[in-house]
């Protein structure tokens, strides 16, 4: 758990123009029954936003995320575009009330599905575009209905990715890969349900404090996406795509992008590859942030880039209240 503190102690340091900030974006597994809410009662700026979802899905995304059920709102195909709503909501309450004395960000990322929120942030996609991509993504995504996932807890990224290989060349013919690589002593596996089970029991045997299976529908960053990662490819290549204006920490090489192309490449990888959090965000501190600003439901973000730079400033947006305050700093 952190601190909770954490977001008062971040805004009391952070003073304007001293803010060298990435913005950065959750993804899926953060939603809440409830979330936004705030924004759309208090904001017209972000009621607009949510009425726009609603009308590009043709559905009550907005009911969805206000009211549940819990179950629908986790469902991958409708969580994906409700956390990229309340994400980008919070962006543009942000940009309107903190105006002239907002400094823009020196980089955006999202981890997985938060890459969506992170491309219409840094100016790739137009929040349409975006919302119809990410409601595709979770269909396909959906679809799979193959394999698992398990976080693995306490164990070094060699040791993991040596199990790994040592069940990958098993005779059981499943595989399995590390799906995330989200903080020193937080991995994330995926692949077949047997391959998953092997390498975490393994894993314990060699140390891991804890072995968690995830309740997720399919193998995450996983070769086994292949088909939902073709069924991007071809969803990208109709969409329109910009060059960011602010360059993106990419999943995949954890290299800025800034090109349209690129952007495009990466929406279909970034299906079947591991997401590189640590990696993303050693990049951001090489590019000069020192601040990192979750913007969106929860702080899970906001935990992992604390154990990987215990020296960054961090900064949680989930709420009406967390802009104001964070503004008034400005």
């Excluded at 991958?76 to 409700?82: H, Y």
């Excluded at 199990?163 to 991995?187: F, K, M, R, W």
């Excluded at 906001?302 to 989930?318: C, M």
Aim: with cysteine; net charge negative.
């Amino acid at each position: 758990m952190l601190p909770e503190r954490i977001n008062e102690r971040a805004t009391s340091i952070v003073k304007g123009s001293d803010m060298n900030a990435a913005w950065v974006f959750p993804g899926q597994g953060s939603q809440t029954v409830g979330m936004g809410h705030d924004l759309y009662v208090h904001s017209p700026t972000a009621r607009a936003i949510f009425e726009q979802a609603d009308e590009v899905l043709g559905f009550a995304l907005s009911h969805l995320c206000f009211e549940g059920p819990e179950t629908a709102l986790t469902a991958t195909e409708n969580a994906q575009p409700a956390l990229l709503t309340v994400s980008i909501a919070l962006v543009r309450v942000l940009e309107e009330i903190g105006g002239a004395a907002l400094v823009r960000p020196l980089a955006v990322a999202g981890h997985s599905l938060g890459e969506y929120s992170a491309l219409v942030a840094g100016g790739a996609l137009d929040f349409a575009t975006a919302l119809r991509l990410v409601r595709r993504r979770g269909e396909l995504m959906a679809a799979a209905h193959e394999g698992s996932m398990a976080a693995v807890i306490g164990l070094a990224q060699p040791d993991l990715e040596q199990i790994c290989e040592q069940v990958n060349s098993g005779d059981h013919g499943g595989t399995v890969v590390i799906a995330n690589y989200n903080a020193p002593d937080q991995l994330v596996i995926s692949g077949s349900a047997a391959a998953v089970a092997q390498a975490g029991q393994i894993a314990k045997e060699h140390g891991a404090k804890r072995v968690l299976g995830l309740k997720v529908s399919a193998a995450f960053h996983s070769p086994l996406m292949q088909a939902a990662a073709e069924g991007m490819a071809h969803e990208i290549a109709q969409a329109e795509v910009r060059d960011l204006e602010v360059p993106l920490i990419a999943n995949v090489s954890a290299e800025p992008l800034r090109s349209a192309d690129e952007v495009r490449r990466e929406v279909v990888t970034q299906v079947t590859a591991p997401v590189r959090w640590i990696a993303s965000t050693e990049a951001m501190l090489a590019h000069g942030c020192t601040t990192f600003v979750e913007i969106g439901p929860g702080k899970v973000l906001t935990g992992l880039v604390r154990r990987i730079a215990p020296q960054a400033r961090l900064v949680t947006l989930s709420s009406w209240a967390d802009v104001q305050a964070f503004v008034a700093q400005l």
